[in-house]
């Protein structure tokens, strides 16, 4: 049985690009969040993504944008990067309506903005 | 708004020493409560969970107890091994905030053999 699976794993991007970032949740599951890790920090909400639609949304700006595809899967896109946006990415993924509250994360996209 | 609070790191222990990590919560309606585990260039693994007051997780010898009146969560084990040297986060989750988890900053131990 996978897991959350991410993609890149690590990446590099110059301020002012745009990176996309991809999560495949785990099997069965159907709702995915994202979470913006910093260095030395605690995981940081951004949004969450269910029946296609983004559900809730976290204190990140418009930059930060997502899809969710008919196959459950999602992608994080940031535009206009700025160096503050280097962080670990985490996907993470439930079952809709499961509440047992069990949230799988994968580990993560490690993006330097340089 | 919601938010956690961990006892600030870094934790340095020696094998088979006792460990506490702290962990106090605000929260606008009733949490469940979570520890989740990170390893060394690993995401996030979920340790063991709580939800409701007074209820006890544990897993792989670790134990969190709810206290509702202390707003805590503190994490414990009686006899730490080199393989949990990772770092620690408290959590928390709302009902009806489509279950996203507000996390502490985190708390790195270190166990020395």
């Known amino acids: 049985d996978a897991g959350v699976t991410q993609s890149p794993t690590h990446l590099i991007k110059t301020r002012g690009q745009q990176v996309t970032l991809r999560c495949s949740p785990k099997s069965g599951h159907d709702t995915v969040s994202w979470y913006q890790q910093a260095l030395g920090q605690g995981p940081q909400f951004i949004f969450q993504y269910y029946e296609e639609e983004e559900r809730q949304r976290g204190n990140f700006p418009d930059r930060f944008s997502g899809h969710q595809f008919p196959n459950y899967s999602s992608e994080l896109n940031v535009n206009a990067l700025l160096l503050g946006d280097s962080a670990l990415y985490l996907c993470a993924s439930k079952l809709q309506g499961d509440s047992g509250n069990t949230i799988y994360f994968g580990e993560g996209s490690w993006l330097t903005v340089v | ?113």
Not at chain 2, 36 to 64: C, H, I
Not at chain 2, 93 to 107: D, K, Y
Not at chain 2, 108 to 113: D, K, M, Y
């Open chain 2, 1 to 113: 708004g919601d938010s956690v609070t961990q006892m600030e790191g870094p934790v340095t222990l020696s094998e088979e020493a006792f460990l506490t990590i702290n962990c106090t919560y605000t929260a606008t309606g009733y949490p469940s409560l979570f520890w989740y585990v990170q390893y060394p260039g690993e995401g996030l693994q979920l340790l063991l969970k709580a939800t409701k007051a007074d209820d006890k997780g544990s897993n792989k010898g670790f134990e969190a107890t709810y206290r509702k009146e202390t707003t805590s969560f503190h994490l414990e084990k009686g006899s730490v091994q080199v393989s949990d040297s990772a770092v620690y986060f408290c959590a928390l989750s709302v009902r009806g905030s489509a279950r996203q988890l507000t996390f502490g900053s985190g708390t790195q131990l270190t166990v020395l053999p």
